[in-house]
């Protein structure tokens, strides 16, 4: 196992434990319910949880970097 493949198991790990430990903005049942649902109501992030979702956002894009370099090598 290479540099890269260390590099890529660990920001995928990262990620995913960033995506579990955010809230969730509406109750998964009612969105496939079809009952009355705020998932795409305007809410905005303050605090704790803009940095959260700002560090998401930029690990995801390494996870993306980081996999197209391990695809060429």
């Known amino acids: ?3 890269v ?3 890529l198991l ?3 790990i990262v ?3 960033l995506v579990v430990i955010q809230n969730s903005k509406d109750n998964a049942a009612n969105a496939f319910s079809g009952e009355k649902s ?3 109501s ?3 992030e303050r605090g704790f949880e803009l940095i959260l979702s700002r560090v998401t956002l930029a690990t995801s894009v390494l996870f993306i970097l980081v996999s197209i370099w ?3 090598n």
Request: glycine share 4%.
């Open 5 to 7: 493949n260390i590099l």
């Open 38 to 40: 705020d998932l795409f």
């Open 42 to 44: 305007n809410k905005k």
């Open 70 to 72: 391990a695809m060429t």
């Open 10 to 12: 660990i920001v995928s």
């Open 15 to 17: 990620l995913v434990t």
């Open 1 to 3: 196992m290479g540099f």
